[in-house]
């Protein structure tokens, strides 16, 4: 499906968006429910991501597919690996199998897991029969990805002594690792977080508990990009959201409120106001805690006619795509003067964005979601626009509720 994004000029936007709950707090309460079932989820996300953890979760012996979803991949290896009597090939995607899981497979093989490679040696597809592991304590690089860490964090109450993990080197996507640990105190699940050393001690039982989903705020990203670029007075209504997030992502009010866009609570909602225009002429920004907001912010510094210079994102590489390859190409075609290293990005300010390009978007849905905002300013066609589903199904609906042009070309 190929979608023409356009919208109305000199008009102030005032809506408001229901966004779908948290894919991450989502896909780690549905593993946390299998191992407890006391456990009720309100507001979990539809996205596709968490559609094939609910499939993934239902099966015990035979083939899962995880398609794109990284968490799922992640956390079902350390779910499966020690659900006693599991038999399962756990695959993915073509690029799922260029996704690197060695360091998650290591730890788990010297816990005592049975796990085999059944393509490259480091990647999906995994074989992996389910044992009690032997040992309670391990050691793992932390500076390729958080999930191998909440992956094992999730499946550690329910061993016989809990676990111990030591963290090797810069500890990347911190806050991910929080939430990991939040939800588990939030179940009654005690742990500590201390220097390089988790303790995640065992429980046997979890009281019935019903745990609310905040809306996700990676999804509400978009939607603050589209406010930065908006006329002065627009207001955009987003809910549910909670002021003491448990998403990283939620740092997003800070890096806005220097392109004019303020937050401020209302009960379960967030209202977004364009009150200026933007504060800076430049943005510097480490993302290393907030990986997932990279495309969404240079994309709003793009249309904003703002250079930046963004850091932390060695974790961009192994995602849905190669993000930084993604963001220097489809930057280029619009005109921007962009450069790449494999941790960083630099943009150049640009007057001019070049009319009638269509952007690639590699599988990934934050490359369509990033983009469509530039539709603001002139018209713009997504390519494969459905990859949003993997993380937002509803997000060109949205769009249109809040007064954009969407029009499938082809
Ligand atoms: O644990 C999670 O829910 C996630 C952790 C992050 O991955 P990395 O730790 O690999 O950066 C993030 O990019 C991803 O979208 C979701
Ligand atoms: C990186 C992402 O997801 P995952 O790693 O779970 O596939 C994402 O949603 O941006």
Redesign the pocket.
């Known amino acids: 499906m190929k979608l023409s994004i356009s919208a109305p000029r000199g008009h102030q936007i005032k809506a408001a968006v229901t966004i779908t709950g948290s894919k ?1 707090e989502s ?1 780690r309460l549905l593993l946390l429910q299998a191992l407890y079932p006391g456990i009720t989820i309100e507001n979990l996300s539809n996205a596709d991501d968490v559609r094939v953890m609910q499939k993934g979760l239902q099966v015990k012996q035979g083939e899962v597919d995880i398609h794109h979803a ?2 799922a991949m992640r956390f079902l290896t350390a779910y499966f690996a020690t659900l006693e009597g599991a038999d399962i090939v756990l695959t993915g995607s073509s690029r799922m199998k260029e996704r690197p899981i060695a360091i998650l497979v290591d730890a788990l093989r010297r816990l005592g897991a049975d796990i085999d490679y059944l393509g490259n040696e480091g990647y999906p597809p995994l074989g992996l029969r389910g044992r009690a592991l032997e040992l309670n304590q391990i050691s793992l690089p932390a500076n390729v ?3 191998y860490i ?1 992956a094992l964090l999730l499946v550690a109450p329910s061993l016989k002594e809990g676990l111990i993990l030591d963290l090797e080197g810069q500890i ?2 911190v806050p ?1 690792i929080r939430m990991t640990l939040q939800l588990l105190e939030e179940l009654g699940i005690r742990n500590e977080f201390t220097g390089q050393r988790i303790r995640v001690y065992p429980k046997a039982k979890v009281d019935p508990k019903l745990v609310v989903v905040e809306s996700d705020w990676s999804s509400a990203s978009y939607f603050y990009s589209i406010l930065a670029l908006s006329e002065e007075g627009s207001e955009l209504l987003l809910s549910s959201y909670k002021a003491n997030s448990l998403q990283g992502d939620s740092v997003l009010q800070n890096i806005y409120a220097d392109f004019g866009v303020e937050t401020s609570f209302e009960g379960h909602s967030i209202r977004l106001t364009k009150v200026g225009k933007a504060q800076i002429n430049h943005l510097d920004c480490d993302l290393t805690e907030a ?2 907001l990279a495309q969404t912010i240079a994309v709003s510094c793009f249309g904003l006619g703002i250079s930046c210079t963004l850091t932390g994102l060695h ?1 961009l590489k192994i ?1 849905e795509t190669d993000r930084l390859l993604a963001l220097e190409k489809e930057l280029t075609k619009l005109g921007g003067k962009i450069t790449t290293t494999n941790s960083t990005l630099q943009l150049e300010p640009s007057d001019e964005i070049v009319s009638g390009v269509a952007i690639d978007t590699y599988n990934d849905h934050r490359m369509a979601m990033a983009f469509a905002p530039l539709g603001l300013h002139t018209p713009i066609t997504i390519n494969d626009a459905g990859v949003v589903s993997k993380s937002y199904p509803y997000f060109w609906k949205d769009l249109k509720t809040i007064s954009f042009d969407i029009r499938e070309v082809s």
């Open positions: 991450s896909n990284g968490t990805s958080s999930q909440s990347t996507s991910y990986p997932d974790t995602k």
